[in-house]
C-alpha cells in the first residue's frame, strides 16, 4: 500500500514541472514576439520612401533657390531699364554745362558799348551766335533759371551776397542776378549766383 501511494505522488510532480514549464515558455515567447515584432517593423522602413523623401526636401530648396534667383534677376533687369532710362533722358547733360561758359562770354561781349561801324558790325554777328546757341539749347531742353525777383530757392539758386530787405525788396527775394543759371529738363545744370534780401 505504501508502494501505491507514492505512485500518484511521483506523477503528478513531472506533469506539474512540465505545465509550469510550458506556461514559462509561452510567457518568454509572448514576452520576445513584440519585441521582434517592432525590431521587423523598425526594419521594415523602406530605403525607397527615405530616399523618395530626401529628394523631394532637395527638390524643395532647389525650388526656392530657383525663385530666389528668378526675383533677383527681375530687379537687376528692372534697375537696369531704370538707369538706361535715366541715361536716355539726360544724354547731353556735359556737352549743355560744357557750352554754358561760352553762352557767358557772348553775353558779356554783348554787353560792351560798340562805338564805330565795324564793332557794330562785329557785334552784330556776335548777336547772332548767341541767338542761334540759344535756340538750340532750348531746342534739347536747356533752360534758364528765372531769378530777378524771385524768392530764393537754394535748389536752383546760389546765394553769394546778402543785402537789407527793403520795400521793393522783401526778405528771401533775389535782389540781383551775377551769373544766370540754367536747367536741364528737370535738372538744375548750374545754379544762378544771386544776391538775396534777408
Do not use: W
Amino acid at each position: 500500500m505504501k508502494s501505491l501511494a507514492k505512485k500518484p505522488t511521483s506523477t503528478t510532480e513531472p506533469t506539474e514541472s512540465a505545465a509550469s514549464q510550458a506556461a514559462t515558455s509561452a510567457a518568454d515567447s509572448a514576452t520576445v514576439k513584440p519585441a521582434e515584432k517592432a525590431k521587423k517593423t523598425a526594419k521594415k522602413v523602406d530605403p525607397k520612401e527615405a530616399q523618395i523623401a530626401d529628394l523631394t526636401k532637395q527638390l524643395a530648396a532647389k525650388d526656392d533657390q530657383l525663385l530666389r534667383a528668378q526675383a533677383e534677376l527681375v530687379n537687376m533687369q528692372n534697375r537696369f531699364k531704370k538707369e538706361q532710362a535715366s541715361i536716355i533722358k539726360y544724354d547731353g547733360q556735359t556737352l549743355a554745362k560744357d557750352v554754358l561758359p561760352v553762352l557767358d562770354n557772348l553775353e558779356r561781349a554783348l554787353a560792351t558799348e560798340a562805338t564805330d561801324e565795324t564793332a557794330k558790325q562785329l557785334k552784330k554777328g556776335v548777336e547772332m551766335v548767341y541767338g542761334h546757341l540759344q535756340e538750340a539749347l532750348k531746342k534739347h531742353s536747356v533752360t534758364e533759371v528765372a531769378a530777378d525777383g524771385e524768392t530764393f530757392d537754394p535748389t536752383i539758386h546760389q546765394a553769394v551776397q546778402t543785402v537789407p530787405a527793403d520795400k521793393d525788396h522783401p526778405a528771401e527775394t533775389v535782389v540781383q542776378v551775377l551769373q544766370k543759371g540754367y536747367l536741364f529738363k528737370d535738372r538744375t545744370l548750374r545754379p544762378a549766383m544771386v544776391v538775396v534780401a534777408q
